[in-house]
C-alpha cells in the first residue's frame, strides 16, 4: 500500500465519492426533530447499502429504542488486530434556515477563503457525514486493491446529536460482536489545511432545559405588572448568577474536580498557532469574552463552560404585546473537563438553579442528556499509527490538541468496551458544524480517504511489532 | 330617560345585542400582526355598518398610514354639549392559542366563578369590542326613543394594541370634526360585579425591543463556548441588571419624576377591597413579587414598572442543540406613572442599556410605542355624570381608581385636542385581557348598555346648569 497509489484511485474516483456523499447529504437525517423519523431511517438504510457495496459482511442496521446502528464488518484473520469505526449519520436540525445560502439538504460546492478548492455545503457535509463516508470510500479502496492489512468494524449510529442514549445499551448487549483492539472516529477536526492535529482531550457535556413558572396564565402587564414574578425577567436574573463577574461559573463545587495544568502544560498548550485579531475579525466580534485569567485557547479547551443554547418566553410574533408570561424556557449546557463527572454536575446545577428561584416562581430542570470528557494516550500504537499516517499525507507531523467540543461516546467506549479511541479528524472549526452553511472542504474529504488505508497500515504494522 | 325603560329595552333586544357582538368577534383583527391585515380592515367596514344601523350620520371609514379610523357623528343641536366616544376595533394576538378552550375567534357563552350569569369568551370580548359595542347600542337606544339629550361623535381606532401611532396625526388633522366638550372610553375596568369604579388614573407605557449580537453567525458552543460572548447569555445578564435586589429599577434617572403620594393618600388606597390570599390562589403565586416597601394595590397602581415581555435566541425547538446563536431578543416594556415622559423614559432605557453592554457584543434598541401616564379630575361634571349614572344601575357609588394599565391616546387628547377624557369602563382584572380565554360578562356588557344613556343624561343635565 503505497501513498501515491491511494492518491491515483482517490483522484479517478473523485467525482463518484462526491455523487455518493451527496445522496446521503439530500437525506435530512435530523434526530432532534420527530417529524424528521422517516428521513433518519432511510439514512441508515442508504448507509447499510454503501457498506454493502464498499464489501462489508454482516452489514444490519440494528434496532434500538430510538434510532438503529448500522453495523458491518470484514474480518480478513482473526488473528490480526481489529479496528473499530465509529461515526453518525445523524445531523444537527438546520435552522435559522434563512441564514442558509443554499438550502442544507441541497448539497453544493462553493470556494471559500479557507477552501480556495472548494467546500460543500450541506447539513452535515463535516458533522459527520462526510467524515463517515471517508471511511467508507478508504475501506472500498482497500477491498478493491486487496491490500486490507487488519480487520475492521462498523458502528455508525444515529442518535450522536441528541445524546447517544441507545448506545450505551447496544454495546453493553454486544461487547463480543464489538470487539476491537482500537476505535477510530473522525468527528473531529485539524487546525488548518497546513497544520494537521490529533484530538487528545474532549470537553464532556452536561445538557439541561429549564422552566421557570410564575403566574398560572399569561397576563396583562399593566394590570399585574410590578406585582407578580415575571418568568422571564426571573429565568434571566437567575441565568445571570450562574456566573460571577470574572466568568467564572459559581454553581457551589462546579470546579472541584477540574484538572489544573501546570504553567508548564499551560505555555506548550499557547504556543499552537493563534491569531487573536484573526479570530476577531472572522467572527465580527468587538472584543472576546470569557473567564479571567485564561486565554482563549484555554478558554475552548482546558476549562468549562456554561452557554445557555436556546431562550424563550412570551411574546416573539411583530410588533408589540403587553403580556406577562406565564412560563419562560431554556436550554443550558454546560461543556465539561476532566475530572469532571457529568451526572454530578447536571446535579450540581439543578440543586444550584433551584436555590436561586425565588418564592415566587416554580422550577422545573430537565437533564437532555450528557457525557463525560476524556483524555487520549499520546504514547499508544494507535496514536502513533494515526500520526505517522497524517505526516505522510500532510508532509507534516500532526499536532495533539484538545478540542473544546464533546464526543460523549468515546468514554462510554473506554468503560464499557474497554476500548480506547483515536480522534483523526479532518474538519477546520472555521467548518460551521451545527451552524447555518456547515460545510467540508473538498481537499479535506479526499485527504481523509488518502489517510485511513495508511492508518490502517501502520497500525497493523505497529501492532504486529 | 327613565332606567327601568332602559332596562326593558335591554332585555327584550339582549339576544340581539350578543348576535350582532358575536359578528364582531369572529373578525381576527389582530393589528400586530401583518396577516391579519384584510381582518383588520373587514372589522373597519363592519363597525362602520353597525353606526349606520344605529342611526349615526357622516359615517366614513377614514384611511391613515396604518389601520383606519372609524368616524361618526349625531348632531342634534350645536348649542349642546358633545361627547366623544372612543374605542378601538383592534385585538391583542391571541397566542399561545393552546391554552384557549374555545377558539379566539369562535365566542361562545360559558359561566365563570365571577360570572355565574355566563361571560363571553373570545379575543376582543372585553378589549375592546364588546365595550365599544355597548356605546354603538347605548346609542341605538336612545335613537330609538328619540331621547338623545346632547351631541355624539364616535372615533374607533384600529390601532390601540399597537401604539396608535396614527391617531395622533389623525386628531391634529381634524381638530374642528372631532371638536367635543367630554370624551369618554370604555376601555378600563371596576372592582367587581358589585362595586363599581371609575378609572382616574392610568399609567404611561414605555416598549422597546432590543437585540444583542455576539459573533456574526451560529457557532458550535463546544468550539467556542467559554471564549466568545453567547448572546443570550449577555442578554439575560443585561436584563438582570435592570433591577436591584429590592426589585427597584437601576436605570439612572428613572425614579426622578415619579410622583410620591403622601402617607395619607397611600393608606386610603390601601382601603380598597383586596385580599392577598385570593389573589395568589387565583393566579397560583408561592409568593408575591414587586418594589419593596410597596403593596401589591400600590405596586400595580402608582409604582413603574420594568416587564419583559417575550425573549428568544438560539434553539428552541425539540431536543438538544449545542449551539451558541448570533443574537438574542426580548421585547421590553416600563409602565410609567405620573409625572414620567414617555420619551425621557425610553431614551434613558436606551442610554442604561447600552451602557451596560459589555464590548464583546452589540446592541440594538429599537422603542416600539409609548404614552404618558395620566390622572383625570375627579370633580368634573363629566366624572360626576359618570358616577350618578352608574350609582343609579350599580346602586352603589362607584369607587375612584387608579389602574396599572396605560390607556396612552387619554394623554394625546387632553394635548392635541385639549380635552379630558371619563374612563368609565365595565370589565374586570380577572377577565384575562391580553391573555388566553379573554371574556367579558355579560352582566358587565348589559350593565354598559344600560349605565351609559343615563350619563349622557346627566352630563347633558348637569352640564346645562
Redesign the interface.
Known amino acids: 500500500m503505497e501513498l501515491k497509489h491511494i492518491q491515483n484511485y482517490v483522484q479517478a474516483n473523485k467525482q463518484r465519492f462526491l455523487d455518493e456523499l451527496f445522496e446521503l447529504l439530500r437525506i435530512p437525517s435530523v434526530?432532534?426533530?420527530?417529524k424528521f423519523k422517516a428521513d433518519v431511517l432511510r439514512t441508515a438504510e442508504a448507509v447499510k447499502e454503501k457498506l454493502v457495496a464498499a464489501g462489508a459482511d454482516k452489514v444490519e442496521v440494528c434496532p434500538t429504542k430510538g434510532f438503529p446502528i448500522v453495523y458491518g464488518e470484514k474480518i480478513i484473520d482473526p488473528k490480526l488486530p481489529t479496528v473499530l469505526v465509529y461515526g453518525h449519520y445523524d445531523v444537527?436540525?438546520p435552522?435559522?434556515l434563512d441564514?442558509w445560502t443554499s438550502g442544507p439538504f441541497e448539497p453544493v460546492i462553493q470556494k471559500t477563503a479557507l477552501h480556495p478548492e472548494g467546500a460543500i455545503f450541506a447539513r452535515g457535509s463535516c458533522d459527520d457525514k462526510g467524515q463517515v463516508y471517508m471511511h467508507v470510500k478508504a475501506f472500498e479502496y482497500m477491498m478493491k486493491n486487496n491490500c486490507l492489512p487488519c480487520n475492521v468494524k462498523f458502528m455508525i449510529e444515529g442518535e450522536e446529536?441528541?445524546?447517544s442514549s441507545n448506545l450505551g445499551i447496544y454495546c453493553e448487549q454486544n461487547k463480543e460482536k464489538l470487539k476491537a483492539d482500537v476505535i477510530l472516529i473522525s468527528d473531529t477536526g485539524i487546525i488548518a489545511n497546513d497544520v494537521p492535529a490529533i484530538t487528545v482531550g474532549l470537553?464532556g457535556?452536561s445538557?439541561v432545559?429549564v422552566e421557570v413558572t410564575?403566574?398560572?396564565?399569561?397576563?396583562?402587564?399593566?394590570?399585574?405588572?410590578?406585582?407578580?414574578?415575571?418568568p422571564?425577567?426571573?429565568?434571566?436574573?437567575m441565568?445571570?448568577?450562574m456566573?460571577d463577574e470574572n466568568n467564572h461559573i459559581t454553581i457551589p463545587g462546579f470546579y472541584d474536580d477540574v484538572e489544573e495544568l501546570s504553567a508548564e502544560d499551560r505555555a506548550e498548550m499557547n504556543r499552537a498557532p493563534f491569531s487573536l485579531d484573526e479570530y476577531k475579525k472572522a467572527?465580527?466580534?468587538?472584543?472576546?469574552?470569557?473567564?479571567k485569567s485564561y486565554t482563549?485557547i484555554e478558554?475552548?479547551s482546558i476549562?468549562?463552560?456554561?452557554?445557555?443554547?436556546?431562550?424563550?418566553?412570551?411574546?416573539?410574533?411583530?410588533?408589540?404585546?403587553?403580556?406577562?408570561?406565564s412560563k419562560?424556557?431554556?436550554?443550558i449546557?454546560m461543556?465539561l473537563v476532566p475530572h469532571q463527572d457529568n451526572d454530578k454536575i447536571t446535579k450540581m446545577f439543578q440543586n444550584y438553579f433551584e436555590s436561586v428561584a425565588?418564592?415566587?416562581?416554580?422550577v422545573k430542570v430537565t437533564p437532555?442528556?450528557g457525557g463525560d470528557p476524556v483524555v487520549t494516550p499520546t504514547n499508544s500504537v494507535a496514536y502513533k499509527a494515526a500520526s505517522t499516517a497524517m505526516e505522510e499525507t500532510f508532509g507534516k507531523k500532526p499536532i495533539p490538541i484538545r478540542?473544546?467540543?464533546?464526543v460523549p461516546i468515546v468514554a462510554l467506549f473506554k468503560t464499557v468496551l474497554g476500548v480506547d479511541s483515536v480522534l483523526m479528524g479532518f474538519g477546520l472549526?472555521s467548518d460551521?458544524?451545527?451552524?447555518?452553511?456547515e460545510h467540508y472542504g473538498v481537499f479535506n474529504y479526499l485527504k481523509g480517504i488518502e489517510t485511513i488505508p495508511l492508518f490502517f497500515k501502520y497500525y497493523a504494522e505497529m501492532s504486529a511489532k
Open positions: 434526530s432532534a426533530d420527530p444537527q436540525p435552522d435559522p441564514l446529536e441528541v445524546g470537553r457535556l445538557y432545559e410564575g403566574p398560572n396564565r399569561d397576563l396583562h402587564s399593566g394590570l399585574y405588572g410590578g406585582a407578580v414574578a415575571n422571564i425577567n426571573i429565568l434571566c436574573e441565568i445571570a448568577k456566573k467572527l465580527n466580534l468587538g472584543d472576546i469574552h470569557g473567564e482563549t478558554r475552548t476549562r468549562p463552560t456554561l452557554d445557555v443554547n436556546g431562550i424563550w418566553g412570551g411574546y416573539t410574533g411583530e410588533g408589540a404585546k403587553t403580556v406577562i408570561a419562560a424556557y431554556a436550554k449546557s461543556r425565588p418564592k415566587s416562581v416554580k437532555h442528556h478540542s473544546g467540543g464533546s472549526d460551521a458544524i451545527h451552524s447555518p452553511n
